[in-house]
């Protein structure tokens, strides 16, 4: 198993799947879009599938064939509202985890899990945090035309996402970067940690200075909007890309797509058709699966 990329503040992995577990964990987590898509259809609120979900949606009508996540994206205003009624509308088969409703929980955006299942990651295995399989629900806010103005926005926000993860979660969330480099890396991690606790910073003050770097509008006008995810400059998207949000085929249901794809997608991956490397290819591969009704099935722990 090998550590790649990271995205959103959680490190990706890749290892080769059973296919028949890929598969079940693919209908799971379809099992949780559906009722997320249900909620939003209910109260009419905007949500676009992003990242390897919409390169999957238009090039494989579906998952990735070697992926085993979904991920959603809803511009701030909707997100907000999802929050207020999502676990009310959700019942007790789900659980809305953020960092309001999950103390332990380490990243800015919300997941939608399923509850009395696990899919346990390999990096957060001591993040003790609720598990269990999930969707990533991504808010995406405004960020400024002006290129100086928006270089401060993406650097505050994600350095606050960034301090928010080193904050809730001791063990290092970082990639794969070389011995001298990882270990500096890991120290810096564990000196800002334990660092932030012994001074007495609480997490409610690092979540309110998170939302204040998300949330703050840009002075001179904003054309286009981001999630603040480590790599944010790449998920820019513009807001005319997703005025129109289309209904397309996603394996046997249908999701929306922004009506600009071809362009987000062409920004974010190239040549986006054409098949990665094996070598670039990225999964969530977890060490531990609960199916709904079964026994915990361990993996290369």
């Given at each position: 198993?090998?550590?790649?990329?990271?995205?959103?503040?959680?490190?990706?992995?890749?290892?080769?799947?059973?296919?028949?577990?890929?598969?079940?964990?693919?209908?799971?987590?379809?099992?949780?879009?559906?009722?997320?898509?249900?909620?939003?259809?209910?109260?009419?609120?905007?949500?676009?599938?992003a990242f390897g979900t919409l390169?999957?949606?238009?090039?494989?009508?579906?998952?990735?064939?070697?992926?085993?996540?979904?991920?959603?994206?809803?511009?701030?205003?909707?997100?907000?509202?999802?929050?207020?009624?999502?676990?009310?509308?959700?019942?007790?088969?789900?659980?809305?985890?953020?960092?309001?409703?999950?103390?332990?929980?380490?990243?800015?955006?919300?997941?939608?899990?399923?509850?009395?299942?696990?899919?346990?990651?390999?990096?957060?295995?001591?993040?003790?945090?609720?598990?269990?399989?999930?969707?990533?629900?991504?808010?995406?806010?405004?960020?400024?035309?002006?290129?100086?103005?928006?270089?401060?926005?993406?650097?505050?926000?994600?350095?606050?996402?960034?301090?928010?993860?080193?904050?809730?979660?001791?063990?290092?969330?970082?990639?794969?970067?070389?011995?001298?480099?990882?270990?500096?890396?890991?120290?810096?991690?564990?000196?800002?940690?334990?660092?932030?606790?012994?001074?007495?910073?609480?997490?409610?003050?690092?979540?309110?200075?998170?939302?204040q770097a998300f949330m703050q509008?840009?002075?001179?006008?904003?054309?286009?909007?981001?999630?603040?995810?480590?790599?944010?400059?790449?998920?820019i998207i513009e807001k005319k890309?997703?005025?129109?949000?289309?209904?397309?085929?996603?394996?046997?249901?249908?999701?929306?797509?922004?009506?600009?794809?071809?362009?987000?997608?062409?920004?974010?991956?190239?040549?986006?058709?054409?098949?990665?490397?094996?070598?670039?290819?990225?999964?969530?591969?977890?060490?531990?699966?609960?199916?709904?009704?079964?026994?915990?099935?361990?993996?290369?722990?």
């Amino acid at each position: 198993m090998k550590a790649r990329k990271r995205r959103g503040g959680t490190v990706l992995q890749y290892r080769e799947y059973d296919t028949e577990i890929l598969n079940r964990i693919k209908d799971v987590e379809k099992q949780i879009l559906c009722k997320y898509i249900e909620i939003c259809e209910k109260y009419h609120l905007r949500y676009f599938v992003a990242f390897g979900t919409l390169l999957g949606t238009v090039r494989h009508k579906g998952f990735i064939p070697w992926d085993d996540d979904i991920d959603v994206g809803m511009p701030r205003e909707d997100y907000e509202k999802f929050l207020q009624i999502a676990q009310k509308e959700c019942g007790e088969e789900y659980f809305l985890q953020t960092v309001d409703t999950d103390p332990e929980y380490h990243l800015y955006f919300a997941k939608l899990r399923m509850n009395h299942t696990r899919f346990v990651e390999n990096s957060l295995q001591k993040a003790g945090s609720v598990t269990g399989f999930y969707i990533d629900i991504f808010p995406y806010d405004e960020i400024s035309d002006d290129e100086a103005e928006m270089e401060k926005q993406l650097n505050r926000a994600v350095r606050w996402g960034m301090i928010l993860s080193i904050y809730k979660v001791k063990e290092p969330q970082i990639g794969q970067y070389g011995p001298a480099k990882d270990f500096v890396m890991r120290s810096i991690w564990h000196i800002l940690h334990g660092g932030m606790h012994l001074c007495g910073i609480s997490a409610k003050t690092v979540w309110k200075k998170c939302n204040q770097a998300f949330m703050q509008k840009p002075e001179k006008g904003s054309s286009r909007m981001t999630t603040f995810a480590a790599d944010a400059k790449k998920w820019i998207i513009e807001k005319k890309e997703i005025e129109q949000l289309v209904d397309v085929p996603f394996e046997d249901i249908t999701v929306k797509i922004p009506g600009g794809y071809d362009a987000i997608l062409t920004r974010c991956y190239g040549d986006y058709m054409k098949l990665p490397d094996e070598k670039d290819r990225v999964n969530h591969m977890p060490v531990e699966i609960q199916f709904p009704g079964e026994e915990v099935m361990t993996f290369g722990k």
